[in-house]
């Protein structure tokens, strides 16, 4: 069974820099069909998606996050790490990292099959 | 990047009756790359249809995706008690991938 897991903090303060990881199993991060998102959800409000990690380990960010945000991974332990750094108290969000499935080619469009948790980050002085 | 707005903002529906909640792009969805996902209180999302129309494994066939271009409807028959929950569409084409601000399917 395909599963992904967050952890990282709980509470990080204004202008700190989050660092989230993603240990996923049951399916390759080498594998081209499959790659990793991070996406996060303010309490009560929608889906916001943030950055994407292909398993030629290619990138692409949210435009509008892009300067803040990085996305690494480490095959070899099966984990998938964002660094988002400046953050303010309108980043409290549950931050989920999404497997992202392609039917189109290793760098192709993605729809997100498998989710972690999620990993409720407040940030707060 | 694709704005999704998707209605109703609150469906109040009874067991076995029919939800039909839509989509719409503010531009062409590329090759129907538009995907449905059922989030519950408490948990994460869950891939329903993608493709457009195509289901996930092992959802039941009470749920059907349809539509193209920038029109796209989510149908759920026969609504039983674990259907009402927040439903979301997301666009997955030209990047990025963004999503709708979601229907809340309420049971009346």
């Known amino acids: 069974q395909v599963t992904l897991r967050e952890s990282g903090p709980v509470l990080v303060k204004p202008t700190e820099t989050l660092t989230l990881t993603c240990n996923v199993s049951e399916f390759s991060l080498s594998n081209p069909r499959f790659g990793v998102s991070w996406l996060r959800q303010p309490p009560g409000k929608a889906l916001e998606w943030l950055a994407h990690?292909?398993?030629?380990?290619?990138?692409s960010y949210s435009p509008s996050l892009k300067s803040r945000l990085t996305i690494s991974k480490d095959t070899s332990k099966s984990q998938v790490v964002l660094v988002m750094t400046d953050m303010a108290p309108v980043d409290t969000a549950t931050y989920y990292c999404?497997?992202?499935?392609?039917?189109?080619?290793?760098?192709?469009?993605?729809?997100?099959?498998?989710w972690g948790q999620g990993s409720l980050v407040t940030v707060s002085s | 990047e694709v704005v999704l707005t998707q209605s109703p903002g609150t469906l109040s529906l009874s067991p076995g009756e029919t939800a039909t909640l839509s989509c719409r792009a503010s531009q062409t969805v590329t090759r129907s790359f538009l995907a449905w996902y059922q989030q519950k209180p408490g948990q994460a999302p869950r891939l329903l249809i993608y493709?457009?129309?195509n289901r996930a494994t092992g959802l039941p066939d009470r749920f059907r995706g349809s539509g193209s271009g920038t029109v796209f409807t989510l149908t759920i028959s026969r609504l039983e008690p674990e259907d009402f929950a927040v439903y979301y569409c997301q666009h997955y084409g030209t990047p990025p991938n963004t999503f709708g601000q979601g229907t809340r399917l309420a049971i009346k």
């Open positions: 493709g457009a129309s």
């Open positions: 990690i292909f398993s030629t380990a290619e990138e």
């Open positions: 999404a497997r992202g499935t392609t039917i189109f080619g290793v760098s192709g469009p993605y729809y997100f099959d498998s």
